[in-house]
């Protein structure tokens, strides 16, 4: 049959990116406790198209996807991206998935357990001799006002957060250690499950514990910059709190990146 994308093409155009976007899809991630854990995420996978070609072949990413789909560790998300680059014959390949990683968390009193759903995703580039790959997770908090605890006769008003890192790095880690350690940086983590002597527990210990979205994201920066759960640093990782605010018409939201020099120094 004619294959009407591999016609010439004379607008002399080439496009950056072509290919599929918003698939959903279920995927097999890698859990640290469990070994793996299926999950469900929304997939986009492109190619780069030089300005001779009229089209890329959409089938193509669907069909190597679903080869990698019960198997899309760190490493072999980039092995699926290379295979799609090869397919197509682009000279980069590029793709992303998002999607909800599920740990069973147990509350701190009672030990009663649950499950917490945190949004993750891997993003990808591949080209010929290189690669790029990020990791994000996104990690919600709670965090009690250090000014209103200071300036209030009587308690102190708090807010739940989102902590966003998106981090680049050669070596595999786990996400549910960065998690730990953004939950640890917060005023209190999150729970499905709390009986009373738990939610106790939680506002007292919230409450000990005030932070500005400026003190959280300065403690991930630093956990982060010192992560010690994988075999090489992190080259590069940004950091974003927000608040949803509680008594502003308004959200507070906080920043940073870090980069890794050649040498081991950071800028």
Request: proline share 4%; hydrophobic share 35%; with cysteine.
């Amino acid at each position: 049959m004619i294959d009407i994308q591999n016609t010439r093409d004379t607008r002399e155009v080439p496009l950056k990116k072509v290919g599929i976007s918003d698939l959903t899809y279920p995927v097999k991630v890698l859990d640290k406790e469990r070994g793996t854990q299926m999950t469900t995420a929304r997939v986009n996978l492109y190619v780069n198209l030089p300005q001779h070609f009229k089209g890329t072949h959409m089938s193509r990413f669907i069909e190597i996807f679903h080869r990698h789909h019960e198997d899309l560790g760190m490493r072999q998300f980039l092995a699926m991206l290379e295979e799609i680059r090869v397919s197509l014959e682009a000279e980069r390949s590029f793709g992303s998935i998002s999607f909800p990683f599920f740990l069973e968390k147990a509350a701190p009193v009672s030990g009663e357990k649950g499950i917490m759903s945190y949004q993750c995703g891997y993003e990808g580039e591949v080209f010929e001799g290189g690669s790029k790959f990020f990791v994000s997770v996104s990690v919600p908090v709670t965090t009690v006002c250090p000014c209103s605890k200071a300036i209030s006769d009587r308690g102190a008003h708090n807010q739940r957060g989102i902590v966003s890192v998106k981090i680049e790095s050669k070596s595999l880690f786990w996400m549910e250690d960065v998690i730990r350690a953004i939950e640890g940086a917060a005023s209190s983590g999150l729970y499905s499950v709390l009986k009373r002597p738990d939610e106790k527990y939680v506002t007292e210990h919230a409450y000990d514990n005030p932070c500005f979205v400026e003190d959280v994201v300065r403690e991930v920066y630093i956990a982060l910059r010192d992560f010690k759960q994988c075999e090489r640093s992190f080259s590069w990782f940004s950091v974003e709190c927000r608040n949803f605010e509680s008594i502003h018409n308004h959200n507070a939201t906080a920043y940073t990146e870090f980069s890794r020099l050649p040498d081991g120094g950071r800028q």
